[in-house]
């Protein structure tokens, strides 16, 4: 095939663009930014639950120390009975004995209540703590997801850009190439990977392969409007500005 240097030429730049276009699309469906706000979206969804476990247990520690008041309450009115009967005036030993059990036995559930209660203050006030450090881990979660989100929104915009302007260059590049050779040059990129290459002293620019010495006197002695091939990747080789 034959086509005019400059349009040889034009290839290079092109292979260049698409390689910088296919990893432009790679980076916009993997950008860090996407990455890192999954993370923290991650670690908020864990630590929502840590929260809602927190609050469940507060929950259970206050329900409990309401009904252990309401208990001792109980016992309060108990005790002001027991202690309101005079046992002497009662009419036998038996109810002499049952009003002094009464009293020492409220007496006792009194201060085991009273024990018990200590305990659930305790549990509650850990419990208002954790929904206090959970909710602010929360909250900082949050900030930091914000940020994150216009972090990745300022990412793809400038993925975005980038491909635009670099398949913007490829289009004009690419009308200025004859459509045979753009054809070629699409096949072997389909293939291939890389469709064209600069022509290095010793070496193929598209696959990086080292050629041999036959090969590159070969080339040299080929006709500049004549299109050669890498002998190792099929790549459309360009001669450098000046070669002959």
């Given amino acids: 095939m034959q086509a005019p240097v400059d349009e040889q030429r034009h290839l290079v730049e092109i292979a260049e663009l698409d390689a910088r276009i296919a990893g432009l699309r790679h980076k916009d469906k993997h950008l860090p930014e996407q990455e890192s706000l999954d993370e923290l979206r991650e670690q ?23 009904k252990m008041l309401s208990e001792l309450a109980d016992l309060d009115k108990r005790a002001a009975e ?4 005079d046992e002497a005036s009662l009419p036998t030993a038996s109810a002499r004995r049952d009003a002094a059990h009464e009293k020492g036995a409220v007496a006792r559930l009194t201060e085991e209540l009273k024990a018990q209660l200590g305990d659930l203050e305790t549990a509650r006030e850990a419990g208002e703590a954790d929904v206090a450090h959970h909710g602010a881990m929360l909250d900082q979660l949050d900030s930091k997801i914000a940020t994150a989100e216009i972090a990745r929104l300022h990412a793809i915009h400038d993925v975005g850009a980038s491909l635009e302007s670099a398949q913007s260059r490829r289009a004009a590049l690419a009308a200025q190439v004859s459509g045979e050779l753009m054809a070629e040059y699409e096949r072997i990129a389909a293939e291939r990977g890389a469709g064209a290459g600069e022509l290095h002293p010793h070496r193929c620019g598209a696959c ?23 002998p190792e990747c099929g790549a459309i080789l360009v001669r450098p500005k000046g070669a002959q």
């Fill in 82 to 85: 027991a202690a309101a009967t």
């Fill in 44 to 66: 908020r969804r864990s630590a929502a639950g840590g929260a809602a476990r927190a609050r469940i247990r507060l929950e259970d520690a206050e329900r409990a120390h309401k």
């Fill in 208 to 230: 990086q392969m080292e050629l041999d010495r036959a090969t590159i006197a070969a080339f040299h002695d080929t006709p500049a409007g004549t299109i050669i091939h890498c």
